[in-house]
């Protein structure tokens, strides 16, 4: 019996060790890099992946025909660097430990994060009965071999991750249809103004708090409760403090990249206090663990909604969307190398997922067009208040980013309202000059403060001549 037991013990090992070799049979490189890959241009980009433990790894780029070497460490992980040439491909890349990996038609091109929530998740094809504008026109002709796409699976975990499943495609009408819409439109006008290749990798779950893209070292300052350990259950995967970090973010972290655009804030509508520092913290983090400086981070003010159909049968201030909104455009002022792309007149009044995705996208393009490739001549920021001054009962707001001047289309302005000390807003008539706005209302003698579309669902008045709108926001007069 005993030797009956032995040979069993002796097979269940050996069977483990057949399985533990082939696990590392050959080099095996992170998911991330796979064909059709685009990887960042004229930069140091990090390759990893795994192998058996003490391993020499060589890595080979077809476009200089260097090779760089890795060993990998007790558990069997590799990283190095290799160098990227200006735009251009498709190029090979060759991992070795005497068993070839081969990673074929990569191009050298710009690489960017698509993150946040539904309005960037939602594919190109729509959610279930919740289409995309004019995307099956859209969709048909999105063939095209200088953008690629890949979207990391949903994943909410306790831990940090490293592998997913998902491969690199190039855009297709097959591959776009499944890719974020928001995502896709900010990618194709970007590859057409700048003509080099763009890679898009879309991070996003729809319904998930911010919280849940922030790692466990940044959301303890935040969250004194609820942050996970290691083996508990996640109740809510979407809206759990760290969890989309670790199974969605981590896997491509130190992938190299250009920036990241953000479309995330409806789930955090109740939070707008909190808001503006936590998104600062969460790119203050983000750009560390990338140690490739402070990456263009370009948002959305998140488009109007009526969230009272969420609460109706509370319709208190706590659930209107308009403080969000505020707090976004406040978040701009605080994070460096940011912008912020305004939808005011991008929203549906009774569905939070608006139809259309193109103007979110190119908004956010117009963003990295005219502040990362330095893109001239056209209009990309939306109007800002610049001064506020009071004189008498009249408030005088001064703009800017209105090169052309500010219009509202010759319609009657409705949305501002201004407040004495006792912060009650009424409803203020404005008038618009060339490039500043002034305000009255009967019922405030001692203006301190104004607020301009302050409510969940709006629809924008007023634009600069470029068509950009103003967006949500609120300002007190400094003491």
Partial sequence: MKNILFVKQIGVIAVWLMTTTISFAQPKPASIFTDNMVLQQQSEVAVWGTDQPGKRVQISTSWNGRKYAAVTDANGKWSTKVATPKAGGPYDVTISDGKQVKLSNVLIGEVWICAGQSNMEEPMKGFKASPVANSNDAILRSKNKNIRV???????????????????????PASIADFSATGYYFGKLVNEIVDVPVGLICVSYGGSCIQAWMSKET??????????????????????????????????????????IWYQGETNYQEPDRYPDMLKTMVTDWRKRWNV??????????????????????KSEKNNSAYIRAAQLKAK???????????????????????????PGERLAYQALAKTYGVTGFGYDSPE???MTVKDSTVSLSLKNIPN????????????????????????????????????????????SVRYAFRNYVEAQVFNTEGLPMGTFSMTLSK
């Fill in 150 to 172: 890949i979207t990391v699976p949903r994943a909410s975990t306790t831990e940090p991750q490293t592998e997913f499943k998902a491969q690199w495609a190039e855009a297709t």
């Fill in 219 to 260: 959301s303890c300052a935040f969250e004194k409760t609820g942050i996970p350990q290691k083996g508990d259950s996640i109740k809510v995967p979407n809206r759990t403090p760290t969890t989309l970090f670790n199974g969605m973010l981590n896997p491509v972290i130190g992938y190299g990249i250009k920036g990241c």
């Fill in 333 to 359: 002022s605080m994070i460096p190398n940011t912008g912020i792309a305004i939808l005011l007149d991008a929203g549906v009044e009774n569905n939070i997922h608006p139809y259309d995705k193109k103007t």
């Fill in 293 to 314: 400086g402070e990456f263009p981070f370009y948002f959305t003010q998140i488009a109007p909604y009526d969230y009272f159909l969420l609460t109706p049968n509370d």
């Fill in 385 to 387: 208040v610049d001064q």
């Fill in 405 to 448: 001047g500010i219009t509202s289309y010759d319609k009657e302005v409705t949305l501002f309202e201004i407040a004495g000390s006792d912060n009650k807003f009424y409803p203020a008539k404005a008038a618009l000059g060339r490039k500043s706005i002034t305000l009255t209302s009967p019922q405030v003698k001692n203006p301190m």
